[in-house]
Nanobody
């Protein structure tokens, strides 16, 4: 099992940057593929970015390609989401999730964090 705790959310202006972190407990962290998802009010939860257990493969939603970067540090049991050029439509609760087998948007993601709010507004 793995437990996930997100941090780094906040209120920023359009065009600003923000880096989200997701710290995991459990020695098996490095064996999990990880993903970031987001859910805006009244909308379904959407895939944002994913990264393989080794960090060698990454996946992004079209809406964030070129602006967001997912990375992980297995020595710190942490996955990051660097978000640049933020837009108001990026406003959502952001969740990290872990999947032992699946990867990217089609993963099952058995473990989820509690989420962190990101608000982009002028």
């Amino acid at each position: 099992q793995v437990q996930l705790v997100e941090s780094g959310g906040g209120l920023v202006q359009p065009g600003d940057s923000l880096r989200l972190s997701c710290a995991a407990s459990g020695r098996a962290f490095r064996t999990y593929n990880l993903g970031w998802f987001r859910q805006a009010p009244g909308k379904a939860r959407d895939f944002v970015a994913g990264i393989s257990w080794s960090g060698g493969r990454t996946y992004y939603a079209e809406s964030v390609k070129g602006r967001f970067t997912i990375s992980r540090d297995n020595t710190k049991n942490t996955v990051y989401l660097q978000m640049n050029s933020l837009k108001p439509e990026d406003t959502a609760v952001y969740y990290c999730a872990a999947d032992i087998d699946g990867l990217g948007p089609s993963g099952r993601y058995d473990y989820w964090g509690q989420g962190t709010q990101v608000t982009v507004s002028s």
